[in-house]
């Protein structure tokens, strides 16, 4: 097993691409990541404090009617308890009422009030952190489910807690919390990033991408309509609806039906979706097809994640192949060229024009590509991160399974560009070195080092 200390002086020492990549001294996430794990002992007396009075308010309020449609309804019944005291609680009392509040509330004169579902997920928790930079107000919703290391989410959660951001955990199936949470705050926009995410976990477990993709989507549009005034929504669709178009690069304009994945399908089924819901009753809502996110505080069920993981622990992996030993290539997008984005479509998106469900006249309805314009063989992304890990990878080329995967993206991002002002400026290597930096660090710590 490869020691990680070694690997980050070695990455200081490594050429940065000219005036791509600066450590980011002053960024939040710097500064934040130096606070985790290890809180003050006075930081962490007050913590017990303050926790002491949270449950001590929980046991004696009684549980309201919300909590108890929102307990059987998140998770089929199985409300996850991770964070169930110290984040959202047994009740929606005042207390959690005044927390959402605060949070929801705008620094900045301009500022927006956002929801942010997924709010723990690798995308989310960066656009969040930005938003509330910013000055917008920030709420967060995650289920924190485990499809991959919740220790992770939780650490996500520190980062926004830190930011001043509260999440509720909850699903966005529970109509009755999603209908507290807009009566409790005005908000103004709801970035929707929560989702069932990985291509090839739809084979395993269909049905979370119905969940997740189909039913929580339409029971948030559902709310958004029925709320006066409507919010204006912007939502993650994916680069996957492309499924098996050979044209390249991908525009918005090319046919989207012959999606590869269950993923790629229930994607599409929520762009339809959205076009209905702009339809009938006046949301205004943006699609943001993302090609291949990746950065620090990525996902863990990634290639370039895992492959990190298993070129230092010295396990084989495995590179796919195309039909005739063709290349497989991704248009690999930097978390924060996507997140820049994000931020574009919320500032330059019109307000829905219904209220309490009804359409008071038509609305703006957007698609756009958030990606690079290279894509990159995954050959090549294996051979940056041997180099950046100092470690050769133990490879195995082979043929692509029938996994859902597709060969190859490459997105067109021309209408982002002239719409958006969208313009990505990190190549993979930039952004791997950063990603490994983040990796090594976070598992390097003396917590985590048996989980890396
Ligand atoms: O762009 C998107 O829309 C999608 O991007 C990623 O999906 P994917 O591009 O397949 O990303 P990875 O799962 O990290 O795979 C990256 C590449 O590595 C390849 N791969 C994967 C696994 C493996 O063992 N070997 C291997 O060569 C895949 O075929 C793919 O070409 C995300 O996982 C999806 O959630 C997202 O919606």
Not at 132 to 139: F, T
Not at 188 to 196: D, I, K, P, R
Not at 341 to 350: F, Q, S, V, Y
Request: net charge positive; proline share 5%.
């Amino acid at each position: 097993m490869t020691q990680l200390k070694p690997i980050l002086s070695h990455l200081d020492a490594l050429p940065s691409t000219p005036g791509k990549f600066k450590p980011d001294k002053t960024s939040p996430y710097h500064r934040l990541s130096r606070l985790h794990p290890s809180l003050s002992p006075r930081l962490t007396l007050w913590s017990f404090f303050v926790l002491f009075l949270v449950i001590l308010f929980l046991f004696c309020s009684p549980p309201s009617a919300t909590t108890a449609v929102s307990n059987t309804a998140v998770n089929g019944g199985k409300r996850r308890n991770l964070h169930t005291a110290a984040v959202l609680g047994p009740s929606l009392g005042p207390n959690w009422e005044n927390r959402v509040w605060a949070s929801a509330r705008p620094t900045s004169k301009a500022g927006l009030s956002i929801l942010v579902t997924g709010a723990v997920g690798f995308v989310g928790t960066h656009v969040s952190i930005s938003l509330k930079k910013r000055g917008d107000g920030v709420v967060g919703l995650d289920n924190f489910n485990s499809y991959y290391d919740t220790g992770l989410k939780k650490a996500r959660n520190s980062l926004l807690q830190k930011a001043g951001i509260f999440v509720v955990e909850g699903d966005i199936n529970d109509a009755a919390l999603l209908q507290k949470l807009f009566e409790t705050a005005k908000f103004t926009h709801v970035m929707h990033l929560a989702a069932q995410a990985g291509v090839r976990y739809a084979m395993k477990n269909p049905m979370s991408y119905i969940h997740s993709n189909v039913n929580g989507f339409v029971n948030l549009l559902e709310i958004c309509k029925s709320t006066n005034p409507q919010p204006i929504v912007v939502w993650a669709s994916s680069s996957s609806v492309y499924g098996l178009n050979s044209k390249v690069p991908f525009s918005e304009k090319d046919r989207t039906d012959q999606p590869a994945s269950l993923y790629a399908a229930t994607k599409k089924a929520g762009e339809e979706i959205a076009h209905t819901y702009n339809h009938i009753y006046g949301l205004s809502i943006t699609g943001l097809r993302f090609f291949t996110v990746y950065g620090p505080w990525g996902r863990p069920d990634m290639a370039y994640y895992f492959f990190t993981k298993d070129i230092l622990r010295g396990k084989e992996i495995k590179i796919y192949e195309g039909v005739d030993h063709g290349t497989v290539a991704r248009d690999f997008t930097y978390i924060d060229d996507v997140v820049k984005g994000c931020l574009a479509a919320l500032d330059t998106a019109k307000k829905s024009t219904g209220s309490g469900g009804k359409k008071r006249g038509a609305a703006q309805f957007r698609i756009y590509n958030l990606g690079n314009t290279t894509p990159v063989p995954i050959g090549r992304l294996v051979s940056i991160l041997e180099k950046l890990l100092m470690v050769k990878a133990k490879k195995k080329v082979i043929q692509m399974p029938r996994n859902g995967d597709v060969p190859f993206t490459h997105a067109n991002i021309s209408l982002a560009q002239k719409e958006l002002g969208y313009k990505p400026t990190t190549d993979l290597e930039t952004g791997l070195k950063k990603f490994v930096k983040w990796y090594v660090g976070y598992y390097g710590s003396k917590k985590k080092s048996s989980a890396w």
